[in-house]
């Protein structure tokens, strides 16, 4: 209705209903789609053929209103369940406009990555005036559950708001089941810088999501933070983030105040990471280890640790490089100066003192399948002693052999001049020790030549170490914490 040659208002309803709509790579079933149009047209200015921005004729203003629902849509490879759409799109004769917009959906399939519960909110405005473009624009997005190939993100929430003028600038809120970052971006034609802000936070907030890819640890205290920055354009990203007071139980074992910082650099193709120190106060693993420290860096790619350094029964284990891949290698563990009292004490054999120092040297396999050990060699450092005092074996042994006390009672109290073992450990935790000791009973005045050879399962040993009182106690209280 109207001037023709002077201002048209335009009004229509139009609404489509369908069992099926669809053409080469769009399929939607049961569509039901409304729309509540409004507009005027400025004959004169739409005459002139006047375009704003070369797309917009001048003299266009309006408003549109959308109401749909599209029971199941499917394009190309992706498919939408129980979706919705509805908005309202407003053009102002001032050339203003104001976009609203709000899109639902019970799920949302692409091959094997899934959204359950979407719903997403825009809202656009500005002005398409001659001159410079310039808009705001701020939205929500929430999904209940994202289910990737090998991980689900649960209660995902982002709230995002940005500028555009030249280009566009935009920061996103992202809250993923409480664990929280910023990503603030820039787009423009040469470039998209980007950051990612992921401020510190509690380590037990990412329990969901290690328990994706190792589900036998169970954080039990620290904090982290990370930041990103980079561009989009080449996903070449620098990476700054660390990890203070972790602390875990990882199959049994206690994991104390571990603390790590991380600088590095991320694109397409590898990971680059500069040397840096791995510090881990103590380890419950059956044994204590403590001081645990080691330089994290890359090489070609491949992480890896090097200059590691521990302290256990006493003394000091050091492996010069490990790689951080499943791929089969060898790792060559040297032993300093280990208390061989307290490698006797952890094996709780009563009635049995050993004194002394050992250092050797182990090359340790490591592969998919397990950890072994072929020709390893300890042996000792300095003078050592050896005691046997109301050692059960050793007493039955007497008693069944009377002709060997002589022999045997040498043991009681021998003085270990030297000391060398051959160390070869199973896959399955078997350790067997050919043992050669060289010594004398000064009470006796007897020298000795001693050889034997020693079988245990080491992690049936050590298994049992971990269960006693002392671990089980660091163990309850971990968790207890974890509950609180």
């Known amino acids: 209705m109207g001037d023709p040659t002077k201002l048209i208002t335009v009004e229509a309803q139009p609404s489509i209903f369908s069992t099926q709509l669809s053409t080469s790579d769009l399929v939607i079933d049961n569509p039901s789609l409304t729309f509540d149009l409004h507009a005027q047209l400025d004959v004169p200015k739409l005459k002139s053929g006047h375009l704003l921005h070369r797309v917009l004729p001048e003299g266009m203003s309006f408003a549109i209103t959308l109401d749909s629902k599209l029971q199941n849509l499917s394009v190309e490879n992706v498919t939408a369940k129980q979706s919705a759409l509805s908005g309202r799109v407003v053009l102002e004769p001032t050339h203003d406009f104001d976009i609203n917009l709000t899109l639902t959906s019970a799920q949302i399939q692409q091959q094997s990555y899934k959204l359950n519960e979407f719903a997403q909110t825009l809202h656009w405005q500005g002005s398409v005036a001659t001159g410079e473009i310039f808009s705001t624009l701020s939205g929500n997005t929430k999904v209940a559950e994202v289910n ?130 791995l510090s881990v106060e103590e380890l419950r693993a059956g044994v204590i280890v403590q001081a645990i420290t080691g330089q994290l860096f890359s090489e070609a790619g491949v992480a890896k640790l090097k200059d590691i350094n521990a302290q256990v029964f006493a003394g000091n284990v050091g492996i010069d490089e490990v790689s951080l891949v499943s791929t089969p290698q060898v790792v060559q563990v040297s032993l300093d100066k280990l208390s061989l009292d307290l490698i006797a004490a952890s094996g709780h054999d009563a009635g049995v003192e050993l004194r002394g120092l050992i250092s050797g040297k182990l090359p340790v396999q490591v592969s998919s399948s397990g950890v072994r050990i072929d020709s390893g060699h300890i042996h000792n450092v300095g003078e050592g002693l050896l005691k046997v005092e109301n050692n059960a074996s050793i007493n039955a042994l007497k008693e069944q052999q009377p002709s060997l006390q002589t022999v045997i009672g040498v043991l009681d109290e021998l003085t270990i001049e030297q000391l060398s073992s051959g160390v070869n450990l199973s896959e399955d935790g078997w350790l067997d020790l050919d043992v050669k000791i060289t010594g004398i009973n000064k009470l006796q005045q007897q020298p000795v030549n001693f050889n034997y050879t020693h079988s245990e399962n080491v992690f049936t040993l050590l298994r049992a170490l971990r269960l006693s009182d002392e671990i089980t106690r660091e163990v309850e209280n971990a968790l207890n914490k974890e509950e609180r």
């Not at 920061?171 to 993923?176: A, E, K, L, M």
């Open 148 to 277: 990737l190939a090998d991980l689900s993100l649960k209660n995902v929430s982002i709230d995002s708001k940005g500028q555009q003028s030249r280009g566009l600038m935009a920061s996103h809120v992202v809250n993923i089941d409480g664990v929280k970052a910023l990503l603030e971006h820039q787009y423009s034609s040469l470039k998209h810088p980007a950051q990612i802000h992921v401020p510190t936070q509690q380590l037990t907030q990412l329990q969901p999501y290690i328990d994706a890819f190792l589900p036998n640890l169970k954080i039990t205290h620290g904090n982290f933070y990370a930041v990103l920055e980079g561009d989009l354009s080449t996903r070449i990203f620098t990476l700054d983030g660390s990890v203070q007071n972790g602390s875990a139980l990882f199959n049994e074992r206690l994991i104390q105040n571990a603390a790590i910082d991380v600088f590095g650099l991320i694109s397409s193709a590898n990971i680059q990471l500069k040397p840096t120190t």
